[in-house]
């Protein structure tokens, strides 16, 4: 029993790590989405750093601290993003694997449980 424990802890940390890696590179290719279509907007938020596209033109620390807006934009549309784009899908994308990453916790807490009732 502690071999399954051990088992379900791994998919439970491997579930939450996974979408909340999907969650960043879909919040990354916003940013360069952003960049690519909307380069106003993109300088008026500080200039967001994203993936490869965003690297050149991004400020060394200000760039990091203006990454840090861009998660507002998984909670409410941002202005500049049309709601029938390709961003758009990005940004539903993003909040989905956002909102999917709590379903590690549950073989994680089964996993506990069965630590706590068949361990040594």
Known sequence: MLVLAYVLAFVG???????????EAC??????YQFA????SWLETGRPLGG???RAEASFFGSDFAAFA??????????????DSCGEVLRRRAVRYLLLAPL???????????????AP
């Open 13 to 23: 940390i491997s579930l939450v790590v996974s979408f909340l890696v999907l969650a």
């Open 27 to 32: 919040r990354r290719y916003l940013v360069d």
């Open 37 to 40: 279509n909307h380069h106003d």
């Open 52 to 54: 490869k596209a965003t």
């Open 70 to 83: 861009t998660f507002g934009w998984l909670f409410e549309r941002p202005a500049w993003l049309p709601r």
């Open 104 to 118: 590690g916790i549950i073989p994680l807490g089964a996993a506990v449980l069965l630590f706590f009732r068949f």
